[in-house]
């Protein structure tokens, strides 16, 4: 199964976050990496990330910047680094290091505050929202009905899942 994930990354020109550690990435305990994350495989050895760091979808990773190559025959490289317990956004570009307890979004990646308080405005706005339960998910094959009533209950607003 192992060979099989592996070879539908490198069909979407993607690796495993096996394979870069294999290179010499280095990843903490609990990383979690969604979908369409890239992670520089051209010198994934210049990588760490700490424990507890969450990649939303689409984050790049990148430790190198080619626009040199053509003016200076060089490409400029330098390491990235991750702290502990950090949540890179969606669409997010990283190209230099991030501190620990921190939360990162944008293109380039920038610090929007700590994970502390992300947390506790999200919890805040979690008290006056509506929650939805895992049935309403495509894991628990959500109803016509249930789609429909979450569509209308989150309009003009948002909403957590489980």
Known sequence: MNYLKEFIYRLRGEYTTEKLMKMGM????????????ILD????????????????????????????K?????TKIGRVTIGNNVVIGANSTVTHDVPENSVVVGSPARVIGSLDEYLNKERNQMAASPCYGEEYTLRQNVSYQKRQQQKQE?????GYID
């Open 154 to 158: 989150l309009e003009g607003k948002i």
């Open 70 to 74: 053509t003016f200076l025959n060089y």
């Open 41 to 68: 495989p051209a010198h994934c050895w210049l990588i760490e990330i700490g424990d507890n760091v969450t990649l939303a979808p689409r984050v790049h990773i990148l430790c190198h910047d080619a626009s040199t």
């Open 26 to 37: 280095q990843v903490g305990k609990n990383f979690k990496r969604l979908n369409g994350v």
